[in-house]
């Protein structure tokens, strides 16, 4: 199984930007689809981004549509997010997924990963 390990987490101020780096081992990562997940106190954990084995399949929530970018480095075993323009509610735990199955219909549902990272605190402050 693949190990995660996220970090660039950190508090920023709204309007803000902040890159979050995902370093994978173990396995190889190019056969693995990733994810981004956050989630808050209380809540369930909410689906951000995924990027599929290659570069061609993207998405995103709406919530962070045209603010962060997802994108992955094969050669070295990295995902990124990229977050510009950050509001308070941004703020939450960012946890990073990996997902090796061969066909995957819906990229948001977080059961299709079964590797997570420890998560990294991401604050937005108003």
């Known amino acids: 199984q693949v190990q995660l390990v996220e970090s660039g987490g950190g508090l920023v101020q709204a309007g803000g930007s902040l890159r979050l780096s995902c370093a994978a081992s173990?396995?190889?990562?190019?056969?693995?689809?990733m994810g981004w997940f956050r989630q808050t106190p209380g809540k369930e954990r909410e689906f951000v981004a995924a990027?599929?084995?290659?570069?061609?399949?993207?998405y995103y929530a709406d919530s962070v549509k045209g603010r962060f970018i997802i994108s992955r480095d094969n050669a070295n075993s990295m995902v990124y997010l990229q977050m510009n323009s950050l509001k308070p509610e941004d703020t939450a735990v960012y946890y990073c997924?990996?997902?090796?199955?061969?066909?995957?219909?819906?990229?948001?549902?977080?059961?299709?990963?079964?590797?997570w990272g420890q998560g990294t605190q991401v604050t937005v402050s108003s």
């Open positions: 173990g396995r190889t990562f190019s056969r693995y689809a």
């Open positions: 990027i599929g084995r290659g570069t061609s399949t993207i």
């Open positions: 997924a990996a997902s090796d199955l061969s066909a995957i219909i819906d990229y948001t549902g977080p059961r299709i990963y079964g590797a």
